[in-house]
């Protein structure tokens, strides 16, 4: 069941089980500090794995909705969305930096290798991705899912299977860029997106020319100017907490 999940249809049952307990949460049916279901529950309750109830819960916890306590339970810290930015605390944002360095060096090699082994039908398939990343922006939609599913099929296309093992085995998670800015300021979320598809641009069109360097220099561009903007955010953190 786990290896389905990962699987690319995988992506809507998180995006379902956590859009439902989002709105759970924003209607008032669980207030701040209250317990949500076990993940037992949940698992019956949607009828999906736990592996999709995980990545839906780590979601709401990386946009400051929730909180997982060891031992006792997932609670709601946060029921209004333009409240989230400042929900999330300073370790979390730190954390997210974490996995972003760790991604660096292995992306960046990744996109090098890609450029220089993809097949046709693989380069088929990553732009396929990045349209679907327009796509999203187009309808105001998240990204982040989308987003994952590129650099996946980036990592795909080195035709060395323990960079895609990399990027499937953490999920969703490593792509945290949604918590830089609030849903609810949807001019600055549009033009956020916007800036991460032109990013993606640059790494694409290297790939398709074989490029290597230039797509190693794009997919570096990419992830250290992530790790400069959550440098950014936690610059702010601290200012709003002194």
Known sequence: MQAKDRSRGSG?????????????????QYAAGDKLPSEHELTETHSVSRTVVREAVAALRSDGLVEVR???GIFVIGADPSLSGRKVDKARVASDLEVLEIRTPVEIE???LAALRRSPAQEEA???CHRKILQRIETDQSIRE???????????????PLFK???????????PQSRLV??????????YRKLIHREHEAIVMAISDRDDQAARNAMREHLVGSQARYRNLLKDLRSFTS
């Not at 987003?147 to 060395?160: G, K, M, P």
């Not at 609030?182 to 033009?191: D, H, K, L, Y």
Request: proline letters at 2%.
């Open 110 to 112: 990744a996109a090098g």
């Open 146 to 160: 989308a987003d994952l599913d590129l650099h996946v099929a980036i990592a795909e296309a080195t035709n060395n």
């Open 70 to 72: 060891q031992g006792a």
């Open 165 to 175: 093992h990399f990027l499937e085995s953490q999920g969703t998670v490593i792509i």
């Open 182 to 191: 609030p849903e609810t300021r949807t001019a600055e979320q549009t033009a």
């Open 12 to 28: 809507s049952l998180v995006s379902q089980v956590g859009e439902s307990l989002r709105q759970a949460i924003l209607s008032g």
């Open 126 to 128: 990553i732009f396929e």
